[in-house]
């Protein structure tokens, strides 16, 4: 007899049904997304900036390049890459339309409108193309979808051969005091910071639950390369408090 149940994943903490998780992730972008710039700087004390461009450097944007910024948000990383590539092409791919119309009411997008497209999508099902894109970025977006695996074969599928893939995430940090000091931030300090600024400490809650949630440096490694990515590599970033994650499409 085969098992009825609905499939479970996790939302933070808490167990839901698969069916659940996206519509709870666009609650939860959808409520924060004019306040998201400003609680990214508030929460990191600016270093996710840092960490975006150790992101570029190591991506190395080159000119006429056709990137795919996956939970691409409010822009942050397409921004970057057309400042360092210097000319090319970005499309900003969100699940949650409240995060891409913040996006496009920024300085920078109306600079560079012509290289940008802004597509509402679920990275678990691309609306492209195989081989279409040069470049696929995910910024602290795969943590929150449904079944990252998935995310990471769509990545490989719309990428050309030659094509590279790079995801910023969170991640866990090897030191089990450092880790404790960091629980003890992001559990105690981020939910009041988000209730202060962005009226929603439970969105924030969510977040670093999630965080929590996710798989460490070397699994998610073995998930890149299950993907059919080769030479993949990570690095972290502050000590493992984040991480990137690189691979190819030979
Ligand atoms: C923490 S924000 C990151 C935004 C931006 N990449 C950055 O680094 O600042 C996470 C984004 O992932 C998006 N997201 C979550 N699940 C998604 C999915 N399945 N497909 C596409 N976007 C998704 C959310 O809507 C949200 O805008």
Known sequence: MSDQSPKTTHFGFT???ESEKA?????????????????????SFGIHR???????????????SKLLDVAGGTGDVSFRFLKRAGSGHATVL???????????????????????????????ALPFKDNSFDVYTISFGIRNV???????????????????LMVLEFSQIPNDMMQKVYDLYSFNIIPKMGK???NDADSYQYLVESIRKFPDQDTFLSMVRAAGFENAKYRNLSMGIACLHSGWKI
Do not use: C, H
Not at 146 to 164: C, F, H, I, S
């Open 15 to 17: 167990d839901i049904p």
């Open 23 to 43: 519509g709870r992730v666009r609650g939860v972008f959808g409520s924060v997304a004019s306040k998201y710039d400003v609680m990214n700087d508030a929460m």
């Open 50 to 64: 840092i960490w975006k461009d150790a992101m570029m450097d190591w991506l190395a944007p080159r000119p006429g």
């Open 94 to 124: 969100d699940l949650t339309e409240p995060m891409l119309i913040a996006g496009r009411q920024r300085a920078e997008a109306d600079a560079m409108a012509d290289q940008l497209d802004w597509v509402v999508g679920d990275a678990m």
């Open 146 to 164: 449904t079944r990252p695996q998935e995310a990471l074969n769509e990545a490989y599928r719309v990428l050309r051969p030659g094509g590279r």
């Open 196 to 198: 202060l600024i962005a």
